[in-house]
């Protein structure tokens, strides 16, 4: 068993998955911002902010991320903080890292470097242990024990031992190919984006699933340019979580594509306070895919109607006849 993991972030996927893996490891530490959320956790074994019903496991505790102290004694570190916020948050704890198990379970795709969190997090800590886990996973059934599946990405085998007696509360499958399972991750939030906007104008399940099946292929082109995994597109981070996000009414990023559809939201959406991080990815996906010469129709649809250049109906009208034909007059001359 391992001796001391720690968690970067109280929300709701860092609590619920130190819920889960406390049963695996001796001691499970919880940095959050909120003094009053680190208090309650420590006092009352609760997390107001997110899950103020659940009584946590008694070998959880909590600390101040400005403090960081006791991470140097960690095996594994975690990871659990919004992708915008990963760069500044590892550079000021890169010290404390050093040989550790990094853990990321943040998705996003920075812009304009393109980078996805591992790639940053070693960027910035210098440390090549770092490993990614995804899936099909709400954090609230997580936290409450649900049966759940999540592939972890990782490019050294060595670890694959360790991370299976953390994880082992999941049903698991695993890939060395670590910036195709993040990017399965940015991929289905864009695409869940897409398919909210779809169903604010399209609600039949023809028409659904149509699109669904139209996402999932181009989301599949794209990771087969990139990707040296072959079975990447079986696996949880891949088919389990683009159908989860896309399908569930509770996904974040579906919901953003709904109320855009549904002028709830008044586009270009430029709404830097609220953490939908598929709305910031889909730029970097298409830059990613002109790279790597694969045609992304649907992505740019999405960007398209993000950022107020064409309505739903316009762009898809477009997506299923393809673009106006011009036709030519034929001139007939008098013989």
């Given at each position: 068993?391992?001796?001391?993991?720690?968690?970067?972030?109280?929300?709701?996927?860092?609590?619920?998955?130190?819920?889960?893996?406390?049963?695996?490891?001796?001691?499970?530490?919880?940095?959050?911002?909120?003094?009053?959320?680190?208090?309650?956790?420590?006092?009352?074994?609760?997390?107001?902010?997110?899950?103020?019903?659940?009584?946590?496991?008694?070998?959880?505790?909590?600390?101040?991320?400005?403090?960081?102290?006791?991470?140097?004694?960690?095996?594994?570190?975690?990871?659990?903080?919004?992708?915008?916020?990963?760069?500044?948050?590892?550079?000021?704890?890169?010290?404390?890292?050093?040989?550790?198990?990094?853990?990321?379970?943040?998705?996003?795709?920075?812009?304009?470097?393109?980078?996805?969190?591992?790639?940053?997090?070693?960027?910035?800590?210098n440390n090549p242990n770092i490993v990614c886990i995804s899936g099909p996973n709400f954090a609230d059934e997580i936290a409450y024990g649900h049966i759940a599946g999540a592939t972890i990405g990782a490019a050294d085998p060595s670890l694959s031992t360790m991370l299976s007696d953390l994880f082992g509360g999941f049903i698991l499958d695993f890939s060395d190919d670590l910036r195709a399972v993040e990017l399965c991750g940015v991929l289905k939030n864009?695409?869940?984006?897409?398919?909210?906007?779809?169903?604010?104008?399209?609600?039949?399940?023809?028409?659904?699933?149509?699109?669904?099946?139209?996402?999932?292929?181009?989301?599949?082109?794209?990771?087969?340019?990139?990707?040296?995994?072959?079975?990447?597109?079986?696996?949880?981070?891949?088919?389990?979580?683009?159908?989860?996000?896309?399908?569930?009414?509770?996904?974040?990023?579906?919901?953003?594509?709904?109320?855009?559809?549904?002028?709830?939201?008044?586009?270009?959406?430029?709404?830097?306070?609220?953490?939908?991080?598929?709305?910031?990815?889909?730029?970097?996906?298409?830059?990613?895919?002109?790279?790597?010469?694969?045609?992304?129709?649907?992505?740019?649809?999405?960007?398209?109607?993000?950022?107020?250049?064409?309505?739903?109906?316009?762009?898809?009208?477009?997506?299923?006849?393809?673009?106006?034909?011009?036709?030519?007059?034929?001139?007939?001359?008098?013989?």
């Open positions: 068993m391992i001796s001391r993991v720690g968690i970067i972030g109280a929300g709701s996927m860092g609590t619920a998955l130190a819920q889960r893996i406390s049963s695996r490891a001796e001691e499970v530490i919880l940095y959050g911002r909120k003094q009053e959320v680190v208090n309650s956790i420590n006092d009352e074994r609760c997390n107001p902010d997110y899950f103020p019903g659940l009584l946590l496991n008694p070998n959880i505790r909590a600390r101040l991320i400005a403090g960081n102290h006791g991470l140097e004694d960690c095996q594994a570190v975690l990871i659990a903080v919004p992708s915008s916020e990963v760069r500044s948050i590892v550079h000021a704890i890169s010290h404390d890292l050093a040989n550790k198990v990094i853990i990321t379970v943040s998705k996003g795709l920075e812009y304009p470097s393109l980078k996805t969190m591992s790639e940053i997090i070693f960027e910035e800590s864009v695409y869940a984006i897409g398919a909210g906007m779809w169903d604010s104008v399209y609600g039949n399940y023809n028409e659904h699933y149509t699109f669904l099946n139209m996402c999932y292929k181009e989301m599949c082109r794209f990771l087969r340019e990139i990707s040296s995994d072959r079975e990447i597109f079986t696996k949880f981070c891949c088919f389990g979580d683009f159908n989860l996000t896309a399908n569930v009414d509770k996904s974040r990023n579906r919901t953003l594509g709904l109320m855009v559809g549904k002028n709830i939201i008044k586009t270009p959406y430029l709404e830097p306070g609220v953490t939908f991080e598929g709305s910031k990815s889909v730029e970097g996906i298409i830059e990613l895919g002109a790279r790597h010469g694969i045609d992304m129709p649907i992505a740019t649809l999405i960007s398209d109607v993000l950022n107020g250049r064409s309505s739903i109906r316009n762009t898809v009208e477009t997506l299923i006849r393809g673009p106006p034909r011009r036709t030519s007059r034929r001139v007939v001359r008098a013989g």
